[in-house]
């Protein structure tokens, strides 16, 4: 098979495209002009426009010319005729072979195509895929034997797809520093699809604060980012703000710590390049997430039955190369994608470069002659790696990891969060199990932005993109790999959340997230320190899946103003991939006038209805939480809720900023209704919990979960200890 590819390759002919360049999400209008090779085609064969697994395009229809997305094919042969077949009339699963599994398929018919014929494709009103791409390729297939064996152009066509207007100004700080260190503040423009406006300049206004130094009034932005040193004066939580004309933003909070303290260290530990199943090359997956992500820690995880001997190399090449102390630190990794019942997918990291890549098999590799260091189950994964300075993550993505198979020594985590959804029961079932696990979140990025990927409108990713916060003593291999065995770390779905959690016995410290306690008899409490990007609802604290507590944080709240926060969060529990809930609603405001709706971590377009006092929603979740908040006039009236046909009203006077919840098939679907407030203030929080007799049982999995205004959520490893 490979020597057929490359011999018939230069014989295929040629393709080219009439534009260089669109703006993500927009909607174009190109020209592709394929011209026949020595081949020819024949009759009853065929070709293949393919893209990417991650791209987010729009599915080709060949019906209608006046609705979007309409593309036009025609020979210059009148004897032949042509027909396309997308998504969008009749074509099922994948459209070709990994990752090029999305495009359309064009069959000739009525004569054959000889060398130099040509066919043309017009794309009238497409969309455009969401993200950034340096080179967003039109893939060639051709079947010029009519033998359904496709070959690949040697060549193919490329745009550059760009980012958009700027719609938000985002702010990073470290979130901890020592007092009077010098740190960098980093400024960033983003287009309304989550993409870094590389073409965008212009000067952000910083607002004057005294708990700072040295802090400018303007910046100039070069490239849609800039950076300057400021250090913190004062020892309370600080936030910097500033506006980039008429937009305003805040940064994440930054605390001032003793010298004796863990610094906290930003991570994603879990995406994909187009080196497999991504997007951008891995050298561009590392630069995003260094320079746009303002990442301490990356890590990529490519699928495994993907990762030939050279890509192998190049990752642990780009780890060594691009890590260094104190500024940047980059694990070599993989991705192992066993089935679920060989044991899942499975993240694998080493602390170092030039150990091994054990897969799961070589499904779309061609060399075969490393095949018998295949691990075929996650035990022999396990097994193998046991003798090396690695570990595991395991995970909810593509393939779901089987918690039935599980080696504390090596699996230190479980990913709550991803682009893929939330999955708390991933973690509950894992504890309820006493696995010694703690809890991280990344993005598992296919759209080449590691720290910062947002969801485009592919429906399988519908959630921004999770991080996981380190804690550790200082940014270098050794320090940051042995915080990942000790489980010194927490998730976050995305925000920089900053959490604390010491555990006291006797009125003595006796340790910090992750650790496995040795307490003699039942411990004291539990101190929680938490300052949010947003206003911190609650703080619930749990053992194992079971709740022992909640600290709601009491609302000032605006004379005759309510604001009402309407969320819905659910999954389809199953092993498979079709985890999507969906949610049809309608809410209706009587006796007070809606007078304006923030959204609540929803990312598909035109999800969400208004009219006047009425709200109609049709979305769908993945574990993860949507909603939105509505801002009234007035205090008081009703709100009437219809929920996948289940209908609850209630009188406003009587919502409180203690949930009202109702159940939908199981506790994982769920629509909450709270008060909160009418102008997001983020807060900080310090409080304990003194632990009764009740709250505890013998093996004991302490963790902590918070729960913004805006609905980012963080949940922390837990304490592990057991009661005789």
């Known amino acids: 098979m490979t020597f057929a590819v490359n011999y018939y390759q230069k014989y295929l002919g040629s393709a080219k495209i009439n534009?260089?360049?669109?703006?993500?999400?927009?909607?174009?209008?190109?020209?592709?002009?394929?011209?026949?090779?020595?081949?020819?085609?024949?009759?009853?064969?065929?070709?293949?426009?393919?893209?990417?697994?991650?791209?987010?395009?729009?599915?080709?229809?060949?019906?209608?010319?006046?609705?979007?997305?309409?593309?036009?094919?025609?020979?210059?042969?009148?004897?032949?005729?042509?027909?396309?077949?997308?998504?969008?009339?009749?074509?099922?699963?994948?459209?070709?072979?990994?990752?090029?599994?999305?495009?359309?398929?064009?069959?000739?018919?009525?004569?054959?195509?000889?060398?130099?014929?040509?066919?043309?494709?017009?794309?009238?009103?497409?969309?455009?895929?969401?993200?950034?791409?340096?080179?967003?390729?039109?893939?060639?297939?051709?079947?010029?034997?009519?033998?359904?064996?496709?070959?690949?152009?040697?060549?193919?066509?490329?745009?550059?797809?760009?980012?958009?207007?700027?719609?938000?100004?985002?702010?990073?700080?470290?979130?901890?520093?020592?007092?009077?260190?010098?740190?960098?503040?980093?400024?960033?423009?983003?287009?309304?699809?989550?993409?870094?406006?590389?073409?965008?300049?212009?000067?952000?206004?910083?607002?004057?604060?005294?708990?700072?130094?040295?802090?400018?009034?303007?910046?100039?932005?070069?490239?849609?980012?800039?950076?300057?040193?400021?250090?913190?004066?004062?020892?309370?939580?600080?936030?910097?703000?500033?506006?980039?004309?008429n937009i305003y933003t805040q940064s994440n909070p930054l605390i001032v710590l003793k010298q004796s303290d863990y610094k906290h260290y930003w991570a994603d530990l879990h995406g994909q390049s187009e080196e497999t199943v991504g997007t951008n090359s891995l050298e561009n997956y590392l630069t995003f997430?260094?320079?746009?992500?303002?990442?301490?820690?990356?890590?990529?995880?490519?699928?495994?039955?993907?990762?030939?001997?050279?890509?192998w190399e190049k990752i642990n090449t780009l780890a060594k190369k691009n890590s260094e102390k104190n500024k940047f630190i980059i694990f070599p990794g993989f991705e192992w994608s066993g089935n679920t019942d060989k044991g899942g997918d499975r993240n694998v990291i080493y602390e170092k470069e030039n150990y091994p890549i054990y897969r799961s098999s070589h499904a779309l590799l061609t060399d075969f002659s490393d095949v018998n260091s295949d691990c075929t189950t996650v035990q022999d994964l396990f097994n193998n790696l046991k003798s090396k300075k690695a570990l595991t993550i395991a995970h909810v993505g593509g393939r779901y990891s089987n918690l039935n198979m599980h080696d504390d020594y090596i699996e230190k985590a479980v990913e709550v969060h991803s682009n893929w959804g939330t999955f708390e029961w991933f973690l509950f079932e894992a504890l309820e199990k006493n696995y010694k696990v703690g809890v991280v979140a990344n993005s598992d990025t296919h759209n080449g932005r590691p720290g910062a990927s947002y969801p485009g409108l592919e429906e399988v990713f519908n959630s921004y993109g999770g991080l996981t916060c380190i804690l550790s003593k200082q940014l270098d291999r050794k320090t940051i790999f042995k915080s990942l065995l000790s489980r010194h770390f927490y998730a976050t779905t995305g925000a920089r959340i900053f959490i604390n959690t010491q555990f006291l016995y006797k009125n003595k410290l006796l340790g910090i997230m992750g650790d496995q306690l040795k307490t003699g008899g039942m411990p004291d409490k539990i101190i929680i320190t938490s300052v949010g990007t947003s206003f911190i609802e609650k703080i619930e604290l749990f053992n194992k899946s079971r709740l022992i507590k909640v600290f709601y944080t009491p609302l000032q709240t605006i004379k005759n103003k309510d604001a009402i926060k309407i969320t819905w969060s659910g999954t389809i529990l199953n092993i498979g991939k079709n985890r999507l809930y969906q949610w049809i609603g309608d809410i209706n405001i009587e006796d007070n006038e809606v007078e304006k709706i923030e959204n609540v971590q929803i990312y598909e377009k035109n999800s969400i209805i208004v009219k006047n006092n009425n709200i109609s929603i049709k979305t769908r979740t993945s574990g993860n939480t949507q909603g939105f908040i509505l801002k009234l006039n007035k205090s008081g009236g009703k709100c009437n809720l219809n929920f996948n046909q289940k209908k609850i009203k209630l009188n406003i006077n009587e919502i409180t900023n203690t949930e009202k919840t109702l159940f939908f098939e199981s506790s994982f679907n769920k629509l909450s209704i709270n008060k909160t407030l009418y102008e997001d203030k983020p807060n900080s929080l310090l409080m304990s919990h003194i632990f009764q007799k009740k709250d505890l049982e013998k093996n004991n999995a302490i963790f902590v979960k918070v729960t913004q205004r805006d609905s980012h959520m963080a949940w922390t490893s837990p304490f592990f200890f057991q009661l005789k």
Do not use: M
């Open 19 to 245: 534009i260089k360049k669109a703006v993500a999400g927009s909607l174009i209008n190109c020209l592709l002009t394929y011209t026949v090779g020595e081949t020819g085609i024949d009759e009853g064969g065929a070709l293949k426009v393919l893209f990417r697994i991650s791209s987010d395009i729009s599915d080709a229809q060949f019906i209608n010319p006046y609705k979007d997305n309409y593309v036009k094919i025609f020979p210059n042969n009148k004897n032949v005729s042509l027909q396309g077949y997308s998504r969008s009339n009749g074509a099922k699963g994948k459209i070709h072979e990994r990752p090029w599994i999305n495009g359309f398929l064009i069959f000739v018919s009525g004569s054959y195509l000889s060398p130099g014929e040509k066919i043309f494709i017009q794309f009238k009103n497409w969309r455009a895929q969401t993200f950034i791409e340096d080179t967003f390729e039109f893939k060639f297939v051709v079947d010029p034997f009519a033998t359904g064996r496709y070959f690949e152009l040697p060549i193919n066509p490329t745009i550059k797809i760009l980012s958009g207007k700027p719609n938000k100004l985002v702010i990073i700080t470290p979130t901890t520093v020592f007092k009077k260190e010098f740190f960098n503040v980093f400024l960033k423009l983003e287009d309304g699809w989550g993409n870094p406006c590389i073409n965008a300049n212009g000067i952000v206004k910083i607002t004057p604060n005294s708990n700072f130094s040295h802090l400018p009034k303007t910046i100039a932005l070069n490239q849609g980012i800039s950076e300057f040193k400021t250090s913190v004066v004062e020892k309370e939580p600080a936030y910097i703000t500033a506006t980039y004309n």
């Open 289 to 311: 997430a260094k320079k746009y992500g303002k990442l301490d820690i990356a890590c990529t995880q490519p699928n495994d039955f993907e990762v030939s001997g050279s890509i």
